[in-house]
């Protein structure tokens, strides 16, 4: 069972403002509408973008559950829905039905401003940390790890292949279909993608989603990765302190990120930085079909 974590002030105001943005962050291929239910599909790569996000109520659910499983099956998809604590009666529906409940994730926030204030460092902007020749759309600096390392930071509007193979080498599955999927969803919103390189390559990588709603700018932290011989080397922080830079260039002014409930270490690490706890969502899928 998780730690108690600490609750963000307006949280139930927030609980479905966040659900949408999680939801433009992370943008599906393909969707489609089911009574005001958003049905999303991406070659099943990812949950969160093959997944049905019931945005709105609706009057007959047992008639747009079925529609949801036909939708799903048709594709070759198990049909699985994400649903938050507002969404209770839905779950209980699902349950009944024999739907199986796993991945509970938070969805903590934090202020920009607070962020880059809790990596002990001002909040630079990205001219302020460029080096070199300046190129458009990507910029460059050093951090140093716990072991006084040097390692180079790049901020770039696209993810290029290597951070594509870092990311996919632990996050990753499939091979390199599901990989220009992952690609489509990744750039399907504006996002800044961040790399520290080692002696050995790319050591860890990170995205911001821009999102703008209710006349603020969001960013979305996802797809924070680290090589495994990389790791314990402060490589994180430095990737999340260069896209919360690169970010305010931006106009963002507040974060929103996404974590297993599970994830104690990851947990801990944002704690550090200032986010607290927001909302809480659970992935529930269809029982396995057996037989043709």
Do not use: C, K
């Amino acid at each position: 069972m998780p730690d108690a974590l600490p609750i963000a002030p307006d949280s139930q105001r927030l609980r479905a403002d966040l659900a949408a943005l999680a939801d433009e962050g992370w943008p599906a291929t393909e969707r489609a509408d089911v009574d005001g239910w958003v049905a999303r599909f991406a070659s099943g790569v990812t949950r969160r973008a093959n997944s049905v996000y019931p945005a709105a109520d609706v009057l007959e659910p047992d008639q747009a559950i079925a529609t949801v499983e036909r939708l799903y099956r048709d594709r070759g998809l198990r049909p699985v829905f994400q649903l938050s604590d507002d969404d209770a009666e839905l779950q209980r529906v699902l349950a009944a039905r024999g739907y199986l409940e796993d991945s509970e994730t938070l969805i903590m926030t934090a202020t920009l401003a607070t962020v880059a204030n809790r990596l002990a460092e001002p909040l630079a902007t990205a001219s302020d940390v460029a080096t070199g020749e300046p190129t458009a759309g990507v910029q460059a600096r050093v951090s140093t790890d716990a072991a006084g390392a040097e390692s180079s930071v790049v901020v770039r509007d696209e993810p290029d292949d290597e951070w594509l193979a870092t990311w996919w080498t632990v996050d990753g599955r499939g091979g390199a279909a599901e990989l220009e999927v992952a690609r489509r969803i990744l750039t399907g919103v504006p996002s800044l993608y961040a790399t520290v390189r080692d002696e050995h390559g790319a050591a860890s990588v990170g995205r911001l989603a821009i999102v703008e709603r209710d006349e603020t700018t969001w960013g979305g932290l996802y797809a924070v990765a680290t090589r495994e011989d990389a790791r314990a080397r402060g490589h994180a922080s430095a990737v999340i302190a260069a896209l919360v830079a690169s970010g305010a260039d931006r106009g963002v002014t507040d974060v929103w990120l996404q974590v297993m409930a599970s994830n104690a270490v990851a947990r801990r690490l944002y704690g550090r930085l200032g986010f607290l706890h927001s909302a809480t969502y659970r992935y529930l899928a269809a029982p396995m079909q057996t037989g043709s």
